[in-house]
C-alpha cells in the first residue's frame, strides 16, 4: 500500500498524559499537513511541513502541541498534557509540491482523552 | 484566510436519483482551487472533484459535476445516478497556496 498511513488508529488516554502520533506520507511527497476534525465538523488546519521546514503552524496549534519532520520523510505529532477539548480525530495528508495539487490524507489517528 | 460555508447539514436521495449540494465560499485571492472530498464512514477522505477558479468550464468526474458561480462565490456538487456507495460526508474546501480550509460538511443518505 503506498498510500499515506498513520499510526495508531485510535488512542485512548487519561488527561494530563502526553500522547505522540506518526505519520508516514506518499514516498516523493514533500509536503506534509497535519488536520484536527472534531466530530460532526470539517478538518481545520494546523500545521504544514515542506520537507523537514515546518512553515506554518494555525493558532489552534497551542504551545502544547509540538510536530516535526525531522528527515522530510515521516512526521509526528506530540499533544503534552493532554485535555478532554484535544479529542477529536488528527488527520495527516500529503501532496507533491505544485499549486493545485491533491491533497492525499491518511486514515486518521482518532484521540479520546477522559 | 478563506472561510467555507455549507449550509446543509444532512441530505437525502433515493437511489438513481440527482442530489445537489451547496458551498459557497469567502477568499481575497485572485487565484484559488475549489474541491469536494468525500468521507466514507470510518474511511479516509478521498478528492472527488477540483475545480481551478481561472477556469470557467465546470468540471466534471463521471456522474459528479459542479456549478461553480465565480461572481457568486458558488461551488455546488451534483451527484447524478445516486448510488449506495455515495453515502458518505461530503466536504467543499478551497485552498490557497498550500492549506485547505473546508465546510462543515453535508452528509449524503442513499435511500435503496
Known amino acids: 500500500d503506498t498510500g499515506v498511513s498513520q499510526d495508531p488508529r485510535h488512542k485512548i488516554t487519561k488527561r494530563g498524559q502526553n500522547v505522540t502520533f506518526r505519520c508516514d506520507p506518499i514516498?516523493?511527497?514533500?509536503?506534509l499537513y497535519w488536520y484536527r476534525q472534531t466530530l460532526g465538523q470539517g478538518p481545520e488546519f494546523l500545521t504544514y511541513f515542506q520537507n523537514e521546514a515546518q512553515l506554518e503552524k494555525s493558532r489552534l496549534l497551542s504551545d502544547r502541541f509540538s510536530a516535526e519532520r525531522p528527515k522530510g520523510s515521516f512526521s509526528t505529532l506530540e499533544i503534552q498534557r493532554t485535555e478532554q477539548g484535544d479529542s477529536a480525530m488528527y488527520l495527516c495528508?500529503?501532496?507533491?509540491?505544485?499549486?493545485?495539487?491533491?491533497?492525499?490524507f491518511g486514515p486518521g489517528t482518532r484521540l479520546t482523552v477522559l | 484566510a478563506q472561510t467555507v460555508t455549507q449550509s446543509q447539514p444532512e441530505m437525502s436521495v433515493q437511489e438513481a436519483e440527482t442530489v445537489t449540494l451547496s458551498c459557497t465560499y469567502d477568499t481575497s485571492e485572485s487565484d484559488y482551487y475549489l474541491f469536494w472530498y468525500k468521507q466514507p464512514p470510518s474511511r479516509q477522505m478521498i478528492l472527488v472533484i477540483r475545480q481551478e477558479a481561472y477556469k470557467q468550464q465546470n468540471a466534471t468526474e463521471n456522474r459528479f459535476s459542479v456549478n461553480f458561480q465565480k461572481a457568486a462565490k458558488s461551488f455546488s456538487l451534483k451527484i447524478s445516478d445516486s448510488q449506495l456507495g455515495d453515502a458518505a460526508m461530503y466536504f467543499c474546501?478551497?485552498?490557497?497556496?498550500?492549506?485547505?480550509?473546508f465546510g462543515a460538511g453535508t452528509t449524503v443518505t442513499v435511500r435503496a
Open positions: 474546501a478551497s485552498r490557497d497556496d498550500y492549506k485547505l480550509s
Open positions: 514516498s516523493e511527497h514533500n509536503r
Open positions: 495528508a500529503s501532496t507533491p509540491t505544485g499549486p493545485y495539487n491533491e491533497q492525499f
